[in-house]
């Protein structure tokens, strides 16, 4: 027993130097998320680990939001989505919003949020945290409606091809575009985020972060 308390201890003490593995590069740590509107796991890891990280480290970080799920572009241009019609409604909506806020983070944040936290597009097929952040119904609507018109399905499919073939499912999770390095640190993404930020930051004097805690 004395054996095991000792072999638990060491590992506990090994996990911030686990967590701090993460690298900042200028000052900034880039996230890159593929989501998927249908999937509880997107649900979780962006209301719950994102969201809050952002809150707390938004001026640190630089957050890429790829809305696809799991999805096919099809030859005649359109999607199919593995969970239906709302999901794939759905992350059009975000593709669009994104692409609209495409220099305003913060908002985008507050739009992904709102999305998985009461997933209005998803369960409703509503507008409502469009609303929330005060961007144009109808400005929203006709891309959501025009896809044809615009790149949004083939750049998402493009760009999220290589980070679902290494990840094989959602929520994909990158840091600093660093595909099979970020494969080591997505159990603590996903689970402790904020943990895994602040442990990063911490290493870089200039940030003055301190006071990091494992979640």
Same mark, same amino acid.
């Given at each position: ?30 996230? #890159? ?5 249908? *999937?509880?796991? =997107? +649900?979780?890891?962006?209301?719950? &680990?994102?969201?809050? @990280? ?52 913060? #908002? ?5 949020? *709102?999305?998985? =936290? +009461?997933?209005?597009?998803?369960? &409703?097929?509503?507008? @409502? ?87």
């Amino acid at each position: 027993m004395a054996v095991i308390k000792s072999i638990a201890v060491a590992l506990y003490l090994l996990l911030p130097l686990a967590l701090a593995e993460l690298e900042v590069i200028n000052g900034k740590i880039k996230i #890159t998320t593929v989501t998927g509107s249908f *999937c509880p796991h =997107t +649900v979780n890891f962006v209301a719950q &680990q994102l969201a809050p @990280a952002y809150e707390e480290y938004g001026d640190f970080l630089d957050i890429e939001f790829i809305p696809w799920g799991i999805a096919r572009l099809n030859e005649d241009g359109t999607v199919t989505c593995n969970a239906g019609t709302n999901d794939c409604w759905a992350n059009r909506l975000h593709r669009c919003v994104i692409d609209l806020l495409k220099d305003d983070q913060a #908002t985008q944040m507050r739009f992904m949020n *709102c999305e998985y =936290t +009461v997933r209005a597009g998803f369960l &409703q097929g509503s507008y @409502a945290c469009v609303q929330d952040i005060g961007l144009n119904i109808v400005t929203v609507d006709y891309c959501v409606n025009n896809a044809r018109r615009d790149n949004l399905d083939a750049e998402a499919a493009a760009s999220s091809a290589e980070i679902l073939a290494t990840f094989n499912g959602i929520p994909a999770i990158v840091f600093n575009d660093k595909i099979e390095e970020s494969v080591p640190l997505y159990s603590d993404a996903r689970n402790r985020l904020s943990s895994l930020i602040c442990f990063a930051l911490a290493e870089v004097p200039e940030t003055n972060v301190t006071g990091c805690t494992l979640m």
